[in-house]
């Protein structure tokens, strides 16, 4: 009676179920032991200003909250990001 099983090709498969395990492994190791990154927000008093203004759609209420915006230092952000480039 014939063998049904080719032998020759079970070496191939066992190399990469053991090889993707390996990748598998490494790569839950590696996320465990990478730090989480925190990033801390840039509190401004600028930025809080706008947190802080109004809701209302009335004329006089977004004028009032136009006139309280400071965008006198708005061109240094931008000479600053121009010249990083």
Do not use: F, H, W
Not at 5 to 26: D, E, F
């Amino acid at each position: 009676m014939k063998n049904i099983y080719n032998k020759g090709n079970t070496g191939p498969l066992i190399a990469s179920i053991i090889i993707i395990l390996v990748l598998l492994v490494s790569g839950i190791y590696a996320m465990k032991e990478r730090p989480l990154k925190v990033e801390t927000p840039v509190v401004d008093s600028e930025i809080e200003a706008l947190s802080t203004q109004g809701t209302s759609t009335e004329i006089y209420d977004i004028e009032k909250d136009l006139n309280e915006t400071n965008l006198n230092d708005l061109n240094s952000d931008i000479n600053s990001v121009d010249s990083e480039l």
